[in-house]
C-alpha cells in the first residue's frame, strides 16, 4: 500500500522562503510529484522528481531521497498568489498501473 | 485542444439516482484516471485505466462502474447515489509513460 505525510497547513510572509516536507511509504517507486491547487480549481503540475537530488525550476524547487523516503518542495520569494494547497504524489510503478496516490495536501497561507 | 473535459460542472442528485460523469481527453494519452476530494482527504483513487479496454480499481472504488471503449473517453457511473458520494471529482490524463498528469476542472456533485 502507500502511506504519504505532509503537514496540514503553513504560513509565511510574502517575499520569505517556504519549505513544504512529504514522507512516503510506498510498495512500489516510479516518480513523486508536486502539484498546486487553488480553492474551488483543479490541480496544476509543478514537478516530478524520479532521481536523489533536487529540481529547480524559477521560484519553486523540488528535492527527493529515495533511500529515506522523502521529499520537499522549496517555495522561494512568495507572493501572495502562492497561497494555495500543495499535494504531494507517488507513482508506482507498471506492474500497478502506474497509480498516482496523493498525501492530503499542505494549505500554505501567505500574509502580506 | 481542449486538454481534459469534464461534464457536468455541477450536479445535484436524490439518493439513488444514478448518473455518469464525462470525462474525455484530446491528447492522446494512455492513462486516465478518477479522483474524488473531500475536504481533508486529498484525492482519492477510484479507477483508472492505462489503455482502451483496460480498466481497474484505485482504493474507492465501490458504488462506482468505469469502462474505456475508446482512447479518449473515460466515463464514471454512480450506480445508485448515497449522501457519502457527496464530493468534487476529478479526471485526470497523462501519456506513457505518465511524467505529468493533466487534470479536467472538476464535477462538483451534491448527493441530498
Known amino acids: 500500500g502507500q502511506n504519504i505525510d505532509q503537514p496540514t497547513e503553513m504560513t509565511a510572509t510574502e517575499g520569505a522562503i517556504v519549505q513544504i516536507n512529504c514522507t512516503y511509504q510506498?510498495?512500489?517507486?516510479?516518480?513523486l510529484f508536486w502539484y498546486q491547487q487553488h480553492a474551488g480549481e483543479a490541480p496544476t503540475f509543478l514537478s516530478y522528481n524520479v532521481l536523489d537530488g533536487l529540481e529547480e525550476k524559477g521560484r519553486f524547487s523540488s528535492f527527493l531521497s529515495r533511500s529515506k523516503g522523502y521529499s520537499y518542495l522549496l517555495l522561494k520569494e512568495l507572493q501572495m498568489k502562492d497561497s494555495a494547497s500543495y499535494l504531494c504524489a507517488v507513482r508506482g510503478g507498471k506492474a500497478a498501473g502506474n497509480k498516482l496516490t496523493f498525501g492530503g495536501g499542505t494549505r500554505v497561507l501567505v500574509k502580506p | 485542444n481542449a486538454g481534459v473535459t469534464q461534464t457536468p460542472k455541477f450536479q445535484v442528485l436524490k439518493t439513488g439516482q444514478s448518473m455518469t460523469l464525462q470525462c474525455a481527453q484530446d491528447m492522446n494519452h494512455e492513462y486516465m484516471s478518477w479522483y474524488r476530494q473531500d475536504p481533508g482527504m486529498g484525492l482519492r483513487l477510484i479507477h483508472y485505466s492505462v489503455g482502451a479496454g483496460i480498466t481497474d480499481q484505485g482504493e474507492v472504488p465501490n458504488g462506482y462502474n468505469v469502462s474505456r471503449s475508446t482512447t479518449e473517453d473515460f466515463p464514471l457511473r454512480l450506480l445508485s447515489a448515497a449522501p457519502s458520494q457527496t464530493s468534487v471529482y476529478f479526471c485526470?490524463?497523462?501519456?506513457?509513460?505518465?511524467?505529468?498528469?493533466?487534470f479536467g476542472s472538476g464535477t462538483r456533485l451534491t448527493v441530498v
Open positions: 485526470a490524463s497523462s501519456p506513457d509513460p505518465p511524467l505529468g498528469y493533466t
Open positions: 510506498t510498495s512500489g517507486f516510479n516518480g
